[in-house]
């Protein structure tokens, strides 16, 4: 009888890891199309660096997603039960929003091409919020190392179709539109494999809340008018002082859209506060209570900050500043490089067994830092300076390369390196993010969590798209080594923090 109910245990252990493992694809599927699939069409069409930078601010939605996650812990679709609902309805918009903004042009209709590409964006994160907050309260405590690899495992492995095959696909075809309507089929896929496989969960932490239904809906709508009222006032008043933002530098302009984002989520959080949004009130008040709270914030937005300056425009670095091909770029940059990632998440997720966390944390941490210092290397030497291979031409059915393509030794060294790198320090990040949310207020935490990561790779965007040119790609990598810096120092002040931090979580699978 023991070791029948061990055999239980173990097929729902394995059960869990394969739907984390499909739900960190469907997650990861996106991503890169809002954000280097989507730089590498914006080059191919032709527009300049400081342009395809501020492109990268469509990403927004992702840092505002704890602002509507508390609507997706207290409510659930009905149908497929807690999680599961939310998770397929917002796979099949995806899917939705890919074919519409595929009929679309970045170079005639670009505010539309962009405003789709913010829709884009905002079903993701709202999936993001949903599949992090599932994992969090799916996986008890001794599998969160595990789940934390085979999540990143699942979730690059999607980028390395979304960001990888999806160049070689554009180039062999010469239609990015239709590659974006090949991703939104994969997303139905991926919500029917949802309502299938995924565990349903129980023994979930009930919620006691103040509020009504209605009474909470209604705080939300509020705290929302008083985002897009700030927003308004801010825009009204530029006009009135003929702020033109299309002469204004490119800094101005940032400074200008960050303004209007800080006080659109000051003017949010306020109301919020007034008009009873209990859920969001309740589980920020919630993890402000932890210790060091404010602390851990900003050790999240500075742990990623120097790959986050390395990697925003690695695409069009590659593409236009190296002369690389589409088809060499998606083999080894978006292939290669994160079937390396894939490994390092694993070895990540193995060598935190044995290092636990903390250590984790510092020992990846460096290891990324120093990772930089191949872009730097590349940007000095230039395309060909350790010769190249000839990848023999192939056709795999669901791709292909027609001629052979060589392929440079030194971009091959250095995105292996960076993606092993960067694949071992997402593994014990996101074991970090998983060990400060409470299951209670899994999605608000995780949300608000992941939200604060996103900054770097959000808002340093339009940054890089005014610095590299100006100060020089060479000088550019090694600025985004001097930026790592803080986040590993920060990690040697808090390592008895992390360390006590709780580990224990209970799920149960049906």
Known sequence: MLTAARAMAGNGRWRRQLAILLLGFASGLPLALTGQALQAWLTVEGLDFATIGFMGLVGIPYTFKFLWAPLMDRFEPPW???????????????????????????????????LMAVVIAFLSASQDVVFDAYRTDLLPGAERGLGASVSVFGYRLAMIVSGGLSLIWAEQWGDWPAVYRLMAGLMVAAAVITALLAPALRGVVAQVHHNSTGAELKAFVVTLAAIGGALITIELL????????????????????????????????????????DTLNRS??????????????????????????????????????????????????????????????????????????VRSLLLFGVLQLLSNAGFWLLAELGRGALGSLLLPAFDWGFVSIAAPTPIDYLLLLVITVENLTGGMGTAAFVALLMALCQQQFSATHFALLSALASVGRIYVSPV????????????FFLFSMVVALPGLVMIWWLRHAIGQLSVSRVAVED
Do not use: H
């Open 238 to 277: 530029l006009r009135l002082a003929s702020f033109d933002s299309s002469a204004a530098t490119p800094g101005t302009r940032l400074l200008v859209v960050l303004t209007q984002i800080a006080a659109a989520l000051a003017a949010g959080l306020w109301t919020a506060k007034r008009a009873g949004f």
């Open 284 to 357: 920020l008040t919630s993890f402000f209570s932890l210790p060091r709270a404010g602390t851990f914030l900003l050790l999240i937005i500075l742990y990623k900050l120097g790959d986050a300056f390395a990697g925003t425009l690695t695409t069009p670095f590659l593409l236009k500043a190296m002369a690389f091909t589409q088809t060499e770029v998606g083999v080894v940059n978006k292939v290669i490089g994160l079937w390396v990632t894939i490994a390092g998440v694993v070895l990540g997720g193995t060598l935190m067994l044995w290092l636990g966390l």
């Open 80 to 114: 497929l039960g807690r999680r599961r609902g939310w998770l397929v309805s917002s796979q099949l918009a995806l899917a939705a929003a890919l074919v519409l903004l595929s009929l679309l042009s970045p170079a005639t209709t670009p505010q539309l091409f962009a």
């Open 464 to 475: 890089s798209g005014v610095l590299a040119p100006a100060i020089g790609w060479p000088n």
